[in-house]
């Protein structure tokens, strides 16, 4: 399909290959059905498709298909312009091409894969100078249009279009209507599979649970009638929300220290408000029902907190949700019912934030599937830390699935199945018995790692989390190479306080005694906006204010946690304990962040007069490109080098990897991103400063050689990758790895490159 893999917008009926069901079956939709089957005969497709265009808001939408399975599962709407079929209609001509996959603008969909359908002749349809829409003809590949079909394609097309103006605004209407009366429910009957991209790793089945952003804007609006009467008074019910937050913030405390039991402050205090439970109250002593006012006074506080321009404030909205599920829970429900497990489903979210993961997570879901476009790069290191399979789907129709469905995602193979066969249920029950007789381990017998003759690498862990130490303990990780320290502020509502950062600080110690630990300073914006923090949206947040950008910009924030550090190093007596700034670009910001680390420590001198003050290691994340040209002075300020792979390589080639559109182009054996890797070690070796690496690439076997080779002798990596990086480098030799390093970095081409790496890899590993 030459689409862009975006998320729907709208809806479509159920059905397959042009088939509509009885619902669905108007007129107008008769029409368009029958369309795109003759045009689908006619000139011999294995695939077509009739697109249709609103010019209200510049999109193109796919309305009858012939030869796609998924069709009326999984939506199709383009921007204009975007995709093959949508640069057709925005350049108003017919393109023909018999490998649509190197043409301009393709993109391949999840769900709508045509590799084997290169062949592709896309016609525009214009009334006068209007667009209408489109139409697509795919064949096999190999299989061509002859001329004369094209001709004859392009007429059939024009005939088309003047009826086609008429079926547009009547669809148009249609949804419009379909919109405001809500979206059908997606019922399917038969194993349906929705192909998506895995941010965790694991498999979960069970039965669906949706949480769509807009149920917070309607709390409860229309199910107060659901509810049974009450049973309970507001008073008699609150101390019993407020006991479950308290047993929910232990169970966090202890899988997750740095949410700590701020994460249910507010609904506490909220409790305990006149201006909210006293309204409540005040509309049950008129006769009002208990349900009623609990959802008639929560969606006043919903409806105000979402009108406001400030995204945490807006993020409120979720907060009162929560309290006022609660409350109507503890109000209606018996005192057995209140201990059942509400969360044992498999999550369907039309966006997470971190608070929402936490609230999640305290009822042990089983999976989370999220549609393309609403999460951070925060949401996905947090599920991975908490060990919740995640797969994110490029389209919006999964929300309209039934709650209850059966459902299993499968992040190995990167699937979600809807309606699993028996069969599919049989072979997942009896996966998950050979997981529990196997219970397999990310354990490691090795301390120590070295290649085949006899050098040593040392693999240290990547943290998310306090308790990813349990996993980098078990993979026999030399030490923490990276504390990403941003966590306790996502999982907060606001900055937490220097003795909370000095508290987290100390438990990380605790937890890893005897081993080395880097803390990373606040690495927050780009992707992973802390909404308390920024108060306005950039046009380009990754080249904005971001990293140590913003906090030298306020310091208040960065002396507070390097006070907070400091303090921590201190009292633990850990020399071994080294402070590391993120994006570093310049050797005037190195300098500058160095400066407050010491300002910061001789604040605190007098605290520790008894005491020989300890002064930690300073290094960098080396990110952004700039800092080659100033790399041998940074090697004679800092005490250690970390390479970020991920932002470097982003930076280097001008490529957001989120970016479906230019994500291909991420390329980490490109030849600039090669060199500038060997700039960097060379000048490392040269000025003997320690050098690490962390990020994706590290990981990855492909490069793992290639990074020995150029002289690195230390990598930071996820725990789990950890006991697998243990055993491929065993099987070289940091010759053999030099070698190969030189043949790269003299290559120009990335195909050469490409050929080099998998040349090497059949040479070591047959």
């Known amino acids: 399909m030459n689409t862009p893999a975006e998320t729907s917008v709208e809806t479509l009926p159920v059905g397959s290959q042009g088939n509509m069901d009885a619902a669905a079956s108007s007129g107008t939709r008769r029409f368009l059905d029958q369309s795109v089957n003759m045009f689908a005969h006619r000139f011999k497709c294995d695939a077509c498709g009739l697109f249709l265009y609103d010019e209200s808001n510049r999109t193109l939408t796919l309305r009858a298909a012939y030869g796609y399975p998924m069709f009326g599962k999984a939506s199709i709407v383009l921007k204009a312009g975007e995709g093959l079929i949508g640069r057709c209609l925005a350049e108003r001509r017919s393109i023909y091409t018999e490998m649509a996959s190197t043409m301009r603008g393709y993109t391949r969909h999840h769900n709508f894969p045509d590799d084997d359908l290169q062949t592709f002749l896309g016609i525009p349809l214009l009334y006068g100078k209007e667009r209408v829409g489109a139409i697509m003809l795919q064949r096999r590949t190999g299989v061509p249009f002859l001329a004369e079909e094209i001709s004859a394609a392009r007429l059939k097309a024009e005939e088309l279009a003047t009826r086609m103006q008429s079926a547009n605004a009547m669809l148009l209407v249609e949804n419009a209507e379909d919109l405001a009366a809500g979206a059908k429910p997606l019922i399917l009957t038969e194993e349906t599979t929705f192909k998506g991209s895995a941010a965790s790793h694991g498999w979960a089945m069970g039965k669906v649970k949706i949480l769509a952003e807009t149920n917070v804007s309607g709390l409860m609006a229309d199910k107060v009638t659901s509810y049974p009467p009450a049973t309970r008074t507001l008073e008699e019910a609150i ?39 006293g309204k409540m109250n005040r509309l049950v002593e008129s006769g009002t029902p208990v349900t009623e006012a609990i959802v008639t006074i929560s969606n006043e506080f919903i409806n105000f907190f979402r009108k406001s321009a400030t995204e945490y404030i807006r993020e409120k909205a979720h907060d009162i949700e929560d309290l006022a599920l609660r409350l109507l829970e503890a109000v209606t429900a018996s005192p057995d019912s209140l201990d059942e497990d509400q969360a044992s489903h498999v999550i369907i979210a039309e966006k997470l934030l971190p608070s929402d993961v936490l609230r999640i997570a305290q009822g042990h879901v089983l999976g989370i599937v999220l549609v393309a476009g609403g999460s951070t790069a925060h949401v996905t290191l947090l599920v991975r830390s908490l060990k919740i399979p995640m797969i994110i789907l490029p389209e919006r129709d999964i929300l309209r699935l039934p709650e209850g469905e059966n459902i299993v995602i499968d992040c190995a193979n990167e699937k979600v199945i809807v309606h699993p066969s028996n069969a599919t249920v049989k072979k997942f029950n009896e996966r998950r018995l050979e997981e529990e007789r196997e219970r397999v381990t990310y354990k490691s017998d090795q301390k120590e790692t070295y290649t085949q003759d ?114 921590a190093i201190q009292e633990k007596r850990r020399a071994d304990v080294s402070i590391m700034f993120p994006m570093i670009s310049s050797a005037e910001e190195f300098d500058a962040g160095k400066e407050h680390i010491e300002s910061c420590l001789e604040s605190i001198i007098p605290e520790f007069e008894d005491r020989e003050i300890i002064e930690p290691e300073v290094g960098l994340m080396i990110e952004i490109p700039s800092v080659l040209g100033v790399i041998d002075r940074l090697c004679e300020t800092a005490d250690f080098f970390s390479i970020g792979t991920n932002d470097f390589i982003q930076y280097m080639l001008a490529v957001d990897r989120s970016n479906p559109n230019v994500s291909n182009m991420y390329i980490p054996h490109h030849p600039a991103v090669l060199r500038g890797l060997k700039i960097i070690a060379a000048a490392a070796i040269r000025h003997d400063v320690p050098l690490s690496l962390c990020g994706e690439m590290g990981r990855d076997s492909r490069y793992i050689p290639f990074l020995i080779g150029i002289g690195l002798r230390s990598l930071s990596l996820e725990p789990t990758h950890i006991p697998a990086a243990q055993q491929l480098i065993s099987r070289f030799t940091v010759e053999q790895c030099r070698e190969h390093a030189n043949t790269l970095l003299s290559l120009n081409y990335i195909s050469e490159i490409e050929e080099a790496i998998d040349a090497f890899a059949s040479s070591i590993f047959g």
């Open 239 to 277: 101390p019993i929300v407020e006991e479950r937050f308290k047993n929910i913030a232990k169970t966090l405390d202890e899988r997750l220290p740095e949410a700590a039991s701020m994460i249910f402050e507010s609904e506490i205090m909220m409790m305990h408000d006149d201006n909210f439970i």
């Open 454 to 567: 006899g050098t040593r690498i040392r693999l240290n862990a990547n943290i998310n989390i306090i308790s990813d130490i349990n996993a980098a303990v078990d993979a026999n990780a030399e030490g923490i190479g990276l504390y990403r320290t941003e966590f306790p502020f996502i999982m907060r509502q606001t900055v937490p306080s220097e003795s909370d950062q000095k508290a987290i600080y100390a438990r990380i110690m605790d937890r890893m005694p005897d081993k080395p630990i880097v803390f990373r300073t606040l690495d927050a914006g780009g992707d992973k906006v802390i909404p308390y923090l920024f108060g306005t949206t950039e046009d380009n947040p990754a080249m904005g204010l971001r990293s140590i950008r913003f906090t030298l910009k306020y310091p208040f924030i960065l002396d507070q946690q390097l006070r907070a550090l400091l303090r």
